[in-house]
């Protein structure tokens, strides 16, 4: 359902490690004259590196690493998805650990996967996966909520996605003034929502607003989100208010990173909910018709050199 108007005033099977390690020597030896076939300019490092990597997924394989009686490898997840079968020579793979590769693996040095966005940082293999699901150079997913939108990239590529693709509205300034619209307002499903983007000091907000049901209630909920990581968006606050008949109802918080998805800042609840009854009495009239004028702003709190205190700085 979607709002009518909206109008913007702003282990191994027994075999001995011998064994095991006698059928890949061949694979990941690191002397230059071994049957590696290692070219010219790429280092032993590299070519392992390569040995690690999964045939049917491509990703990097952690233990267990099974292989076949042929020496081929994949990881235990597609193990799984070949039904037993190597996706190399086609022969039955077993319950074979590759335990040399893994050793092999615990003395390797890698970048982070997000090396080329920017991370500078080399890790042991086994400790570089977990970094990688927190790194700060890793993608962000598409905050448009609307859709299952698989869209990941830095923030000035996600900003253009936004307005391009999902036809978001796009403002400059740090104050807002939204009017919202609905003709039925007892008609109220989960996904009913609008976002838009706001800029300001340097950075891009997006503001949220949406119906959905709470529990047996409606409700209509504002918040706000910092394209951005959750470090950066501790630096900024925000204030929303809605009201009508001399009643008003203020949130003021801290906007959630788009690392935190859309569905996880709705579920907690964290930021301005309206119920349904106080919604239709700041529309006045009948009550037949939902007309909510949602204001806010946004501020950089600034340390106070003096006092140790933060003080807000509001843009003009």
Known sequence: MDLDNIECVSS???MEDEEIHSQITHQFSSKPHNNMGIPPGLTPATSVHELLECPVCTNSMYPPIHQCHNGHTLCSTCKTRVHNRCPTCRQELGDIRCLALEKVAESLELPCRYFSLGCPEIFPYYSKLKHETLCNFRPYNCPYAGSECSVTGDIPFLVTHLRDD???????GCTFNHRYVKSNPREVENATWMLTVFHCFGQYFCLHFEAFQLGMAPVYMAFLR??????????????????????????????????????KVRDSHDGLIIQRNMALFFSGGDRKELKLRVTGKIWKEQQNP???????????
Request: hydrophobic share 25%; with cysteine.
């Open 226 to 263: 910092f394209m951005g990581d959750e470090a950066d968006a501790r630096n900024y606050s925000y204030s929303l208010e809605v009201g009508a008949n001399g009643r008003k109802l203020i949130w003021e918080g801290t906007p959630r990173s788009i690392r935190d998805s859309h569905r």
């Open 306 to 316: 003096e006092g140790g205190v933060c003080i807000p700085n509001l843009c003009s």
């Open 166 to 172: 999902h036809k978001v509205d796009m403002h400059t």
């Open 12 to 14: 191994s099977d027994g």
